[in-house]
């Protein structure tokens, strides 16, 4: 139009990407908040199986001086704590599926191009989780091999 009539005034003048940054600036906003809220959330619940385990372990340390004295290996000392904290992840898991399902369809208004049935997030959130929590596991296990049978033993 301005090169049949260079005269008339051009008027508001944007990139499209400016305009669909402005058509979706607030789905946008809520999509960071969400995902910075989610990985706070997932920090905590690593930060509650490490507690939870270290606990666990604190309070067996009897036990596993025991279970050494009697010849436990440390390679099994290491899968048995490990186990407890992969039993308590995957119970996690089975509970959150119900929440899984239910909450990303009451989402579905801020969700882009994504279902809210989506096998592939579903699916990397069901397996990202427990990989968390083993990795939280890790320290309270390698601390469990280290008991000395002797010390726990005149423990208590």
């Not at 270290?54 to 436990?72: D, H, N, P, T, W």
């Amino acid at each position: 139009m301005a090169r049949s009539n260079s005269s008339l005034p051009l008027g508001d003048t944007r990139t499209m990407n400016e305009i669909v940054g402005d058509a979706y600036g607030t789905e946008r906003l809520a999509l960071v908040l969400l995902t910075i809220f989610a990985m706070v959330a997932l920090i905590l619940a690593g930060a509650g199986v490490y507690a939870l385990l270290a606990y666990y372990v604190s309070q067996q340390s009897r036990e596993i001086g025991i279970r050494m004295a009697l010849g436990a290996l440390p390679k099994q000392i290491f899968a048995l704590v490990l186990e407890s904290g992969a039993r308590r992840a995957l119970f996690g898991v089975v509970v959150g599926i119900a929440p899984g399902v239910i909450v990303p369809r009451l989402m579905t208004r801020l969700l882009s191009q994504v279902s809210a049935s989506n096998p592939f997030v579903f699916g990397g959130a069901a397996a990202a989780l427990p990989a968390f929590a083993l990795l939280a596991c890790y320290v309270p296990a390698r601390r469990a091999t280290r008991v000395d049978p002797l010390v726990a033993l005149k423990d208590k």
